[in-house]
């Protein structure tokens, strides 16, 4: 999807590591989001951000921490991955409240 | 709290019938509801957006409606093809400018 850009596509992580998921996007997005998709599941939100400087928890956001330093970028962050995180993360952007959602191709994470 | 649920979770048709997927809301007090269609092991690409001043939105084969004080959208599929066969997920705005997600529909359409 055009504007939002997550990175890394793919990772393995071994129990105990940490990582930081990417996401930036360039359509000046006042409220991004992250999710994970699991498997029976539907999309989850761990965390999002109304605005650049603010983040708030959403349904799952235990083992999860965010930032938001800037507009264009909300950054995911593991602490110590754990099996239970293996998951497909999207970030998504939304301008304002009345425009449409846009997301990016989402992260495939494993925890080993 | 707002839940948003899609009935049934899994549906299979012949190709070229006409088929409407469900996406049920508890609390009419929406901003608007997005449609989105995945592909087994793809991202998410958005299909139709209706805000909730509107009734209803057209792209191509596609119609979503909205009826907020019924709680409902529907997304039909005209002369539905083997290449629709995906997953269909509704995406809803609450008041509290939260999104919400169901948990999608899984569509095979059978040459």
């Known amino acids: 999807n055009a504007g939002v850009t997550q990175t890394p596509k793919f990772q393995v992580l071994k129990t105990g590591q940490s990582m930081t998921l990417q996401c930036a996007q360039d359509?000046?997005?006042?409220?991004m989001y992250w999710y994970r998709q699991d498997p029976g599941m539907g999309l989850r939100l761990i965390y999002y951000?109304?605005?650049?400087?603010?983040?708030d928890k959403g349904e799952v956001p235990n083992g999860y921490n965010v930032s938001r330093l800037n507009k264009r970028e909300f950054s995911l962050r593991l602490e110590s991955a754990a099996p239970s995180q293996t998951s497909v993360y999207f970030c998504?952007?939304?301008?304002?409240?009345?425009?449409?959602?846009?997301f990016g191709q989402g992260t495939r994470l494993t925890v080993v | 709290k707002q839940e948003v649920t899609q009935i049934p979770a899994a549906l299979s048709v012949p190709e070229g019938e006409n088929l409407v997927l469900n996406c049920s809301f508890t609390?009419?007090?929406?901003?608007?509801l997005q449609w989105f269609r995945q592909d087994p092991g793809k991202g998410l690409t958005s299909l139709l957006l209706?805000?909730?001043s509107q009734r209803e939105q057209t792209s191509g084969r596609l119609n979503a409606s909205l009826d907020k004080s019924s709680g409902r959208s529907t997304l039909y599929i005209a002369a539905s093809q083997p290449g629709d066969s995906a997953t269909y997920l509704c995406l809803l705005r609450d008041s509290n400018y939260q999104l919400i997600w169901g948990a999608g529909t899984k569509l095979i359409i059978k040459p």
């Open positions: 359509m000046n997005h006042n409220s």
């Open positions: 209706i805000q909730s």
């Open positions: 609390d009419s007090a929406i901003y608007n």
């Open positions: 951000s109304a605005s650049e400087g603010t983040t």
């Open positions: 998504a952007g939304k301008p304002d409240i009345n425009t449409e959602a846009f």
